[in-house]
Structures are given as C-alpha cells and as structure tokens.
C-alpha cells in the first residue's frame, strides 16, 4: 500500500455518511447513482494511499420502516435501524468493487452470509492491505446511534480524523435551509459544541472524539471533489477540534 501523497492532511480517516444522503432525490430507499457517486469519491483517495473506514447511517431505509414500526419499542426499533445499516453497506460494497476498489463489511451483529463479525485486528490489516472497511450495525446494542459507532470504531482504529459528510457544507448557526443568515464555522473546539448544544453529532459521539483527541471534519458529501478537498484543507467545511485550529 504506497504512502498517502504529503498534500492529504490525515493517512487514516473514518467517514461517517448518513443514510438520507443515499437516498438522493428519493422520498426513501437507495439511489444507486448516489450511491455509485460517493463510491468514486472514496476510490478517488483510496487509491492513492488513504486508509478509509466507512459508516453509513440507516435513515434513509428506516424511514420508511417507521410507520410499520409504530408504538414498537425502542429496543427493537433499534434493531430494525442497524438491518437497515447493513443493506446500506452492502450496497456501498458493490458500488465500490464495481469499480475495483476492495472493500469488506464487518459487522457487529453476527450474520456471516453476508458481512465479517467486526474483529479489531482484523480491520486493521484490512486497512494496512488498503482494503475499504464498512462497519456495519453500529455498535451492536440498542440505544446507541450510528454516530457514536462512528465515533467508537475511529477511536478503535486509530484514524487521524473523523469526517462526516452531511448535505451541507459544514456546522451553521443555525439551519442553512431554513435561516438565510446563518454564517458556517471554520472551527469550533468539542466544548463549543457542546456548550452550545450545536446539533453536529450526538454529544456522546462528541466527548469520544475529544477524549481521543480526533479531530471531527464536516463537509458536504453531495459536492464533486468535496471528500478530497475536505482531506487536502481546500473548499468549505468547519473543522472540530481541542484548540479549535485546523490540522
């Protein structure tokens, strides 16, 4: 596996996608063109030597699951939400060998049909192979979201940074789609976010990434070139950190 060119500012990264991303102009579901889309921005870096593990979020499936679940309880309408996790990553899977990239899925409930179990080592030398790793189901256990299954398996593999890719262009003062004044950070510190209740991942997602000292990257997946730019420190995105500085 060559050595990440010196103009990528992180060599290990874990990008965390929410499944409505995925469904591109659908009202639910997967959008195969979007899907195919964010494979080639990852293939775009993985092939010149950055390490990416990758989650993607299930909101775009269950959504449309969540009337069929209606007063189910928490516990197993969590469940549903990590099956949705593992369609999702099978279908990055295929997207992103289509194109020859290889990639693996683990995941933390057991289904061997169709993903490894998640095994530490594991996916370490998957990534060291410059292997894609899907982690899939969050953290296995009801309660917990997929941002803090983002935010644990960074910490567990060691990533320089944690990128999240959302459908805008970083962390506002408020809702871009809804305020014409809200103004973009380029960096706030964990404990702004925090402070200020800033909705960008749930705070436990949060306090693991300032406890690991990992930086958290916020960008707009739906823009060409962002996923580059976002490891390169070019374009628009706002940038979590201890000092509050960019990398």
């Known amino acids: 596996m060559p050595d990440a060119p010196s103009e990528f500012r992180y060599k ?4 965390k996608v929410s499944g409505e991303v995925l469904m591109g102009d659908q009202g639910y579901g997967i959008d195969m063109k979007t899907v195919a889309d964010v494979a080639g ?28 679940a209606g007063d189910m309880d928490r516990a197993s309408a969590d469940y549903m939400g990590m099956l949705a996790t593992v369609m999702n990553a099978l279908a990055m899977q295929a997207a992103l060998e289509k ?25 370490l030398r998957h ?3 410059g292997r894609v790793v899907i982690f899939a189901a969050g953290v296995g256990a009801p309660f917990f979201t997929t941002d803090s299954g983002a935010a644990l398996r960074a910490a567990e593999m060691g990533c320089d940074a944690l990128l999240k890719g959302t459908s805008v262009d970083g962390v506002y003062t ?3 789609k809804k305020d014409a004044t809200a103004t ?23 306090a693991l990434m300032r406890d690991s000292g990992i930086p ?12 580059r730019n976002a490891l390169t420190g070019k374009g628009h995105f706002t940038v979590i950190s201890a ?5």
């Open 12 to 15: 290990r990264v874990l990008l």
């Open 41 to 68: 921005a990852i293939a775009d870096v993985a092939r010149e030597g950055v390490e990416i593990c990758l989650v993607i979020g299930g909101g775009n499936i269950f959504r449309g699951l969540s009337k069929a």
């Open 99 to 123: 194109i020859g990239v290889q990639t693996r899925v683990q995941s933390a409930l057991t289904m061997n049909a169709v993903a490894e179990p998640y095994v530490r080592r594991r996916a």
């Open 127 to 129: 990534l060291e192979k």
């Open 174 to 176: 408020a809702d871009p």
């Open 184 to 206: 973009r950070y380029d960096t706030l510190t964990y404990h702004d976010v925090l402070a200020r209740d800033l909705k960008v991942m749930d705070a436990s997602a949060v």
């Open 216 to 227: 958290i990257v916020v960008f707009s997946i739906r823009e060409d070139g962002s996923f």
């Open 243 to 247: 000092d509050g500085k960019a990398a």
